[in-house]
């Protein structure tokens, strides 16, 4: 039975193979091919439903979509460098790859992996519209929508046991919907520090693979697996909210150094300061400033034909890096006519101040700046007291966790009737609102502002009582200023409000010397809840004008 069945196999085989090959053969040469038919144009009207529906895939964003734009001048400054692209993408694939292939060499039997062809096609990437936010912070976001049907001629032979084995990638078709924020916006060129990009939903990616001339594509269940888990992997690392951050300028190059705490200043005492006027005395004050600070200095009063005055008067001074700054004091003897002769000065860094630590320095006040700060000196001027103490912002505390930890704890423990020190709540805890701060206002700049008789902008903030102003840019409807106000408070001002005014100063000689463009009364209490508000205001008493004002509150 067995000899018969094998027999009848081995007939079918040779019978079948001949007389399959005469039926195609046949057929192939007799069969008459059919007509091509010309394909029927219509224009989208004539169109039913179900046509139009299989349509709206190819149809671009910006035909659906008027928040899109049309990019056909990007797609065609793409196709023109797309060969030299070709030549540096794929040399960064190899210079990434072939580190990953040493790795395994000697693994799994494999003596080598190398490139044979390595080219990502003559086809580019197609942008099939451009969405771009506007959005009141230094920043500028795109929304693009790209596909990507290439032609990439990529070869991979792995050689395992001497046997070559070719991988070849092929058909590779990728649609991708990503953000691009290029942030923040800077001076220095490219104007741009760096790129985030994220996905706004999951990507597209469709390919060939053949290992030895089979396309394993095609085994049942591969295609989808693979499919599903590349969608999910890159899901897991850039769909949004996740992020891919690509730094573009050194960060120190573009940092903008933000307040961090306040420096407490007590100018104590002067003790036996050299004589600088022609009778005999000198007439004493002290100028306080900080190193790399650009707001004016602070003064003490005058002290009349005095060699040891005693001020006792308290500043306070914004501190933006206490690593780096230093807390300059000069001592002048005031003249009534004349400059003011300088008597001596000194530096004290702030690095060595521990937060919240009051901490009393007796200066032996040098002629010229000495950044190395020796406090001796061989000539005798005389010396300075003052009194020393940094506090941090609640916002900052995390870069001064080591002093700040301990300083805390002696503030917030108390003694009981056992003499047992036990920790108190602190006021942080009990009123997160409470308390002295920095009231920082940033004048962005205006749009549309535009008077009756000139425009030439500037902005005035009135506050308190006090009242401080922008450049002036000439011949503009749109000033741009980007100027910071700080005001110190004691207090937040929870139920107050600030007055900003634009207003055209006349360059010339004429009438109308000033000109009201518009104003706007902003209340604090949302800063003080929400720490920051960066908003556009229209103005009042102006047709289209607006202002953009950032408003930052930090309390101590």
Not at 157 to 184: G, H, K, M, Y
Not at 334 to 359: A, C, E, N, S, Y
Request: aromatic content about 8%; hydrophobic content about 40%.
């Amino acid at each position: 039975m067995g000899f018969l069945s094998s027999l009848l196999e081995i007939l079918g085989f040779g019978i079948g193979i001949p007389l399959g090959l005469l039926v195609g053969f046949y057929y192939f040469i007799y069969s008459k091919p059919n007509e091509v038919k010309e394909p029927v144009i219509k224009t989208l009207h004539e169109l039913d439903k179900s046509a139009l529906q299989d349509l709206l895939p190819d149809i671009p964003l910006w035909v659906k979509n008027p928040n899109y734009h049309r990019v056909d001048w990007m797609n065609k400054f793409i196709s023109d460098v797309w060969p030299y692209l070709d030549k540096e993408i794929t040399g960064m694939i190899r210079s990434t790859a072939e580190p990953i292939f040493s790795e395994y060499i000697g693994k799994f039997q494999i003596k080598e992996i190398v490139f044979e062809r390595l080219s990502i096609g003559t086809i580019p990437p197609v942008l099939n519209g451009l969405k771009v936010y506007e959005t009141n912070e230094k920043e500028l976001i795109m929304e693009p929508s790209i596909k990507w049907a290439g032609n990439p001629n990529i070869v991979v032979v792995v050689n395992i046991c001497s046997l070559p084995i070719r991988v070849q990638l092929e058909d590779l078709q990728i649609f991708l919907a990503p953000r691009i924020t290029l942030t923040p916006l800077v001076l220095a060129f490219p104007c741009f520090a760096n790129i985030v990009v994220s996905l706004m939903e999951k990507p597209h990616v469709d390919f060939g693979m053949s290992i030895l001339g089979g396309d394993i594509m095609s085994i049942p269940g591969l295609y989808h697996f693979l499919q599903g888990t590349i969608k999910k992997e890159v899901a897991d690392l850039y769909l949004w909210p996740q992020t891919l951050e690509i730094p573009i300028l050194d960060a120190s190059t573009v940092a903008v150094k933000k307040p961090v705490g306040i420096l407490h200043v007590n100018v104590v005492q002067a003790v036996k300061l050299i004589k600088k006027d022609i009778l005999g005395s000198s007439d004493p004050y002290v100028k306080l400033s900080l190193t790399g600070d650009k707001l004016p200095a602070k003064k003490t009063s005058i002290k009349k034909k005095n060699l040891n005055p005693e001020w006792n008067e308290k500043f306070k001074l914004i501190v933006k890096d206490p690593n780096s700054q230093f807390l300059q004091l000069q001592v002048f003897d005031w003249d009534k006519v004349g400059g003011h002769d300088r008597i001596g000065m000194q530096l004290v860094p702030l690095k060595m101040l521990t937060p919240f630590d009051m901490k009393e320095f007796k200066l032996d006040l040098l002629s010229e700046r000495n950044d190395t700060c020796c406090f001796q000196s061989k000539n005798q001027r005389g010396q300075l007291v003052v009194e020393l103490k940094f506090v941090p912002f609640k916002e900052e505390m995390g870069r001064f966790s080591g002093p700040l930890d301990i300083m805390e704890r002696k503030e917030n423990e108390t003694t009981n009737e056992n003499g047992i020190k036990e920790g108190s709540l602190s006021s942080d805890e009990g009123n997160t609102i409470g308390g002295a701060g920095l009231l920082s206002v940033i004048i962005q700049g205006a749009e549309n502002v535009e008077g009756r008789c000139h425009n030439n902008p500037y902005a005035l903030i009135i506050f308190r009582g006090e009242t401080k102003k922008t450049k002036m840019i000439r011949k503009t409807r749109d000033p741009r200023w980007d100027e910071e106000f700080q005001f110190m408070l004691e207090e937040p001002p929870l139920h107050e409000i600030i007055h900003i005014q634009v207003i055209s100063k006349r360059t010339g000689i004429g009438f109308r010397f000033k000109e009201s463009l518009g104003y706007v009364e902003i209340t604090l209490a949302d800063v003080v809840h929400n720490g920051r508000i960066n908003q556009k205001y229209h103005l009042i008493d102006s047709k289209n004008g607006v202002i953009h004002v950032e408003i930052i509150w930090k309390t101590i």
